[in-house]
């Protein structure tokens, strides 16, 4: 049992593949993909502890691949997650590289569309609105860590993104859908 499919069941990430399998299939590149299935990871393993005092998995992310700025920073999350009772070399071993999910889904046949023609409205909408609520979340994080660190005040917010395109020819802008719905310029 390789990397992936252990990590899966251990965790209990079956929805998680699902999704994964068919954002690779609407085309979304192996890096996103990637990047995607390692913050759910860091979710469930951050879950499993009982919560976090670490809400901000893109954080404790960067800082177990050594993309973190400071190297403080990077011991600090990890002293964090061991607090917590988390093992951190074992979450380590379980993040995986664009290679390793490149291989995973080689094996299991998954491959994009390359035809524009296999490319919907739908499958648009869907990719789009997944981003958009993973972009949602990201500022829910960063305002939540701005909040605790008391450099700002709220209570209840709710985070809306918007998706406007504009034609540079017209000058024209348009939402998403809209944008979609007539055809484009």
């Known amino acids: ?18 999704e994964l399998i068919e954002q690779r299939k609407a085309g979304e590149s192996l890096r996103a993909l990637r990047d995607y299935y390692n913050l759910q990871v860091i979710d469930t393993v951050l879950g499993d502890a009982g919560g976090s005092i670490l809400t901000d998995t893109d954080t404790v992310y960067q800082a177990l691949t050594g993309n973190i700025d400071s190297a403080g920073d990077r ?8 607090d ?20 995973y889904l080689k094996s299991k046949n998954i491959i ?3 035809h524009t023609d296999s490319v919907t409205e739908t499958s648009v909408r869907e990719t789009v609105a997944w981003a958009k609520s993973r972009e949602e979340a990201i500022i829910q994080r960063k305002l939540e860590q701005l909040r605790r660190a008391d450099k700002i005040s709220f209570d209840e917010i709710d985070i809306d993104t918007a998706v406007t395109i504009t034609c540079s020819g017209s000058g024209e802008s348009y939402p ?8 484009g310029c």
Request: charged share 35%; net charge negative.
């Open 1 to 18: 049992m390789g990397k992936i499919e252990s990590t899966i069941k251990e965790l209990d990430l079956e929805p998680v593949i699902s």
């Open 75 to 82: 011991i600090e999350v990890e002293h964090t997650l061991a």
């Open 84 to 103: 917590m009772g988390v093992d951190v070399d074992s979450l380590k071993q379980r993040l995986i590289s664009h290679e390793t999910l490149r291989k």
């Open 112 to 114: 994009p569309d390359e």
């Open 176 to 183: 998403l859908s809209e944008f979609i719905d007539r055809g």
